[in-house]
Nanobody, 121 residues
Framework: QVQLVESGGGLVQPGGSLRLSCAAS????????MGWHRQAPGKQRELVAG???????MYVDSVKGRFTISRDDVKNTVYLEMNSLKPEDTAVYYC???????????????WGQGTQVTVSS
């Protein structure tokens, strides 16, 4: 099986910064893509930032220039550096890996447990 463990959420003032981490473990054959999603109260979950295995990154317009997604292949960890945070960034943030485990010939999505980010003065 594959497990994802997130860390790094918390309470921050507007204009502040946070870094989220998501470490993947288990019998991973290969990783196709990874990303961060968020879900605010009463809203649908949305993709915030994504990163392909080839290193191509994408961002939703509302976070461009403020958030940066990166990865450490040795640690099987993906990060989301969040700067200039705004109250509207408040949400539960979830990481997602698209992984092919050793036990399968197919890729599937795995989700982290979610971490709360609250931006408030």
């Amino acid at each position: 099986q594959v497990q994802l463990v997130e860390s790094g959420g918390g309470l921050v003032q507007p204009g502040g910064s946070l870094r989220l981490s998501c470490a993947a473990s288990g019998r991973i054959f290969s990783i196709n893509a990874m990303g961060w999603h968020r879900q605010a109260p009463g809203k649908q979950r949305e993709l915030v930032a994504g990163l392909t295995s080839g290193g191509s990154a994408m961002y939703v317009d509302s976070v461009k220039g403020r958030f940066t997604i990166s990865r450490d292949d040795v640690k099987n960890t993906v990060y989301l550096e969040m700067n200039s945070l705004k109250p509207e960034d408040t949400a539960v943030y979830y990481c997602k890996y698209t992984v092919r485990p050793y036990s399968s010939s197919y890729y599937r999505d795995y989700w982290g447990q979610g971490t709360q980010v609250t931006v408030s003065s």
